[in-house]
């Protein structure tokens, strides 16, 4: 017999074509020298940067890389390089890990679900080669697929502008049947409307005089021969007063469909094309909003979507009382606050009309989406050049199938979505837990419980409960080991007199305690109610609830409240529910604190302690009180500006650990350094408007 040669396809000349991008993280240019020669020698064009620190790293991910090669650094490790590529606008951007010092084997699988690419050594030059190619061929795979999608875009954008100025009838094949087709096609075979065509033969519409001929071409043309594409045929069809056609094929959209276009005369007059014009507002070149849902639901497929449409329910006279910039900047604004809010595809219909395109692994998944974002139908707040103006939506859905067929059957959609409210959650355990919101057993001490007169802002305040106009923020946690990915905190507040009021730094709240416990319970009710929602999508979800001293200290029947609470919301989570008090309200009253904690925790509730650590009280509450957890005073977060300060962070932190080690969470992270920083000190969580902002809703920053 004789030898076969078996070749790597890895190993061929392809990667080697274009120049490779290398953004190397390391303190050591003898390495940085070793892997460039290596490419270098094996006949790689190679542009490559060093860096060893976290400005520069936060620089250059803005520009267009192949691989992220990670080796040592002083101020910079590799989960940080993992948490900021993931934030980036190359969020798959691979990252190779050369060997860390301490590195076993067995801690290979460890590496690779935390987001490592692959661990190699560079001691063996032929293993860091082929790894290193893996990875580069995994980019560019990447890379190529953006590429051709955006050229699929530009290609189909082409056919229907060409559809559109040079009198064509259009209509969509596959397997030889017809699908759909425009108006003019189906004039042009003297049929009233396009029920008539969908299932009907092309045979027997063309009926061509040569039969032989066109099947042996259409069969060449159905196997992707393009070449045979465009041919004129001689019809019998006594309906077609124009001969002979001339036909052209075209590859579809659609799995194994090809589009048949066939010229009119001149004097044929044009209806509406199978791919309609763009509108007046969008240039030529734009697609039809209809084709790109289709396009995104090409790229990110599933049997379960959805149209979400957020209409503009009434515009803010102030918003036309002020300059063009303001205007046009409210509305422009509009699609900002619905990106931020839904994190799915989102798609102008016009200044005042968006559709989004929400998809979910199973119809439960889909329909926990959407009774998810309810709370955003409450008016809202819009901010434009420093100023803060009313916004209120309509919103409703339809569901859709893989597609959309036309223009047509998009407004169709539209106008049902506009019609149909958003689902309601069924269960209604959680709203009888309600009902008993009102029935507070009120602690007997020393505190005076009788209101002292209603201020203006706590007036506003007791209106917006009633009208359920309360807003509950949820702001998702990073947790740098990776195992609770799904933790929120919540937040509440109110608009009074177009601004945002937190409702825990509402010191009135204190005048009327019953007031105070009745507003706190149900902020942990709809709190609640998003939980139970949410966790149809995630099972480890858990949620942390801030809340004011009074429920805490003057509401008797509080812990039997948490406890059903915690059953109805169903999770199979052993804590799902944090509470979370003020560490000043706490060091006032200790003794108490410690007696009334302790309840909750017996009913299932887990404590935590927030502005926590600025305070000559710190020390004395973690000697004394059990807490699970605490965040800290947003004056400790912001030592994180500079390495200086960040050392001095982390004393104060191990002091605390060594006083009683738990879990610390830093929050209001809003930028990149602090964020980045962060990972420098030993707190487990982190937050902030880098990694996600507050939303309305639960979502996972990640989902997409």
Known sequence: MGSIEVRNPLLSKKLKRTETRLLIIDDNQIRFNKICELLTASEHQVHAF??????????????????????RAYDLKYEQALSLIRLSKQPELPLILLNPDDYEPDQYVTYIRKGIYDVTNLDYPDRFYLSLLRALSFSRLNQGQQHLMQELENVQTQAQALVAESNKAVAIIQEGIHIEANQDYLDLFGLKSEDEIIGLPLLD????????????????????????????????????????LKIEFLPASEDDALQITIELAANEVIATPLVSTPVAETTPQKPNTYQQINRTITKQPSDFNALVLFSLAACPESVFQQDWSTSNAYFSNIQN????????????????LYVGLFQGASEDVLQSKLIGLSPLSKPQLLGVNQQTYPLNLRIGYTLINKGIKDEQQFEQYTERAYNTPLPEQQENSIELAASSASKIELVDHSLNLSPQGETSLLNALQKSLERGEIHLKYQQLYDKQDSNLYTYEVTSGFIYKNTWQDITAIRELADDPVFSIKLDRWILVEACKQLHNFITQYPDAKIIVNLNKEVLFSDRSFPEF??????????????????????????????????FTAQLIQSGAEISLRDFGHSIYSESILNQLNVHQVTLHSQLAKMLDSDKSTEDLQERINHFHEIKPMQMLLRELNNMTMFANAWNVEARYLQGDYFQKKLDHLIDVQDQ
């Not at 060093?50 to 080796?71: A, S």
């Not at 948490?562 to 199979?572: E, F, H, N, R």
Request: charged fraction near 25%.
């Open 205 to 244: 519409l063309l009926q061509p005089k040569d039969l032989n001929d066109f099947k042996v071409r259409f069969k060449k043309i159905s196997q992707g021969q393009f070449d045979q594409a465009r041919l004129e045929i001689t019809t019998l069809n006594d309906h077609v007063k124009l001969n002979p």
């Open 337 to 352: 606050f619905l990106k931020e809010q839904t994190n799915v595809p989102l798609f102008k219909i016009n200044h005042a």
């Open 50 to 71: 060093l860096l060893d620190d976290l400005q520069t790293f936060e620089k250059q991910l803005h520009l267009n890389w192949d691989l992220v090669i990670f080796g």
């Open 562 to 595: 948490i406890a059903k609470l915690i059953t109805i919301v169903g999770s199979k989570q052993a804590h799902p529910l944090v509470l979370q008090f003020s560490e000043e309200d706490i060091s006032k009253n200790l003794n108490d604190a410690q007696k």
